[in-house]
């Protein structure tokens, strides 16, 4: 049978917080929404009765807005619909705010086994100016609740470059992460998403950022302190302890098949994407008619699934595997890149090594630079 990852977009949030660039609307989960999504899980799911689902991942939105009632309903169509393979990774996203120790029993009870907490700060005055609703030690205490409860896989995104951040504040962060009982850490640089109240500030003039030098005194604080306390970076924005990497995103690095199911969720499968439209209303109604809902789809050619295949493996420590990227596309990467190859090496931006292609140390903090010299013409 073959492999395949799950995608559960839960689409709402108490409130969207400032930087947010992913569809969500400010309320709880209806029982309609609920029973739209097990609609979605019965109509696809006949097309995967030879796939194993080995990863599961229910993200947002904020996916801990949902009820226990309502995590229990979607847990069990999971489970009627697909192949749930049973030492299959499934993570589910929460707020420091709904982690009770009654919602995490629940949850754990119906199988979730690795938790991604939204801590992003350890600073009360950033959290506040970038719109979450949850304090530091709020946070800590929910992660510490988790551990006790059984949770022995816990990742925590963290961010930097946020309006306001100092290089110590950061630092604090990471230094207080560190001493939490997690196996993982997220750590992302602010991104300007348009239609963001971020964006519209910065539009205006009115987003005070870090500077050029305290960003990259930020980006060597995190490539210094989280390997040194056992986090090893396997990719650009990911560091896990004892190597517990997430096996659902390695899916994404990999161009592995992963199917989405809730509005706004993408899937990949073979050559094919397609992303359900977004809308929760428009969602519920078609699929409670027993339609699916309106998705755009994109065939990938050779030329972007080559171009994909190159900056998503470059993104993970391990690089290119150069054998394997001969098998998928007939001959040595030099045939199409001899030029960007010469060039990224010659700054010391690229090496190779072990029949891999990966990223140096300084290549990292330029990847954007890197991943676009890998674009055809």
């Not at 108490?14 to 569809?23: A, I, K, L, P, V």
């Not at 009654?102 to 950033?126: C, F, T």
């Amino acid at each position: 049978m073959k492999n395949l990852g799950l995608y559960l977009h839960i689409p709402f949030c108490r409130s969207r917080c400032d930087y947010c660039g992913f569809y969500s609307i400010g309320r709880k989960p209806t029982d309609r929404f609920v029973e739209a999504l097990l609609k979605e899980m019965e109509i696809r799911s006949p097309s995967f009765r030879d796939s194993v689902c080995d990863t599961v991942y229910l993200g947002g939105g904020t996916p801990s807005s949902l009820s226990e009632d309502q995590l229990g309903k979607i847990l069990d169509g999971l489970h009627r619909y697909f192949h749930v393979s049973g030492d299959a990774e499934i993570t589910m996203e929460m707020n420091p705010c709904d982690m009770s120790d009654s919602y995490l029993a629940n949850a754990k009870a119906l199988g979730i086994n690795r938790i991604s907490v939204g801590v992003q700060s350890h600073e009360d005055r950033l959290l506040s100016a970038i719109g979450r609703l949850h304090t530091s030690s709020e946070a800590e205490s929910a992660v510490k609740r988790a551990y006790r409860g059984g949770f022995h896989n816990i990742s925590i995104d963290l961010m930097y470059e946020l309006p306001g951040q100092s290089t110590a504040d950061f630092r604090k962060s990471l230094l207080r992460a560190v001493h939490l009982p997690i196996s993982h850490v997220s750590v992302y640089s602010l991104i300007l998403e348009e239609g963001t109240k971020f964006a519209q500030m910065a539009e205006k003039g009115k987003l005070l950022r870090p500077t050029e030098e305290e960003s990259w005194a930020m980006y060597q604080d995190m490539c210094r302190i989280l390997p040194h306390y056992g986090f090893e970076r396997y990719e650009i924005s990911s560091f896990a302890r004892n190597g517990e990497r997430s096996r659902h995103n390695q899916k994404y690095w990999t161009l592995a098949d992963y199917l989405g199911l809730g509005p706004a969720a993408s899937s990949r499968i073979g050559h094919k994407r397609f992303t359900v439209n977004p809308g929760v209303r428009l969602y519920e109604k078609e699929l409670l008619l027993g339609n699916l809902p309106g998705e755009e789809v994109e065939k990938l050619s050779p030329k972007d699934e080559m171009e994909e295949y190159c900056f998503l493996a470059l993104r993970r420590k391990e690089g290119i595997d150069l054998a394997d990227f001969r098998t998928r596309y007939g001959a040595d990467i030099s045939r199409w890149y001899e030029k960007p190859l010469a060039m990224l090496k010659e700054r010391e931006l690229l090496k190779e090594g072990g029949n891999h292609l990966f990223l140096t140390y300084h290549g990292a903090a330029l990847g954007n630079f890197v991943f676009e010299q890998f674009l055809l013409d």
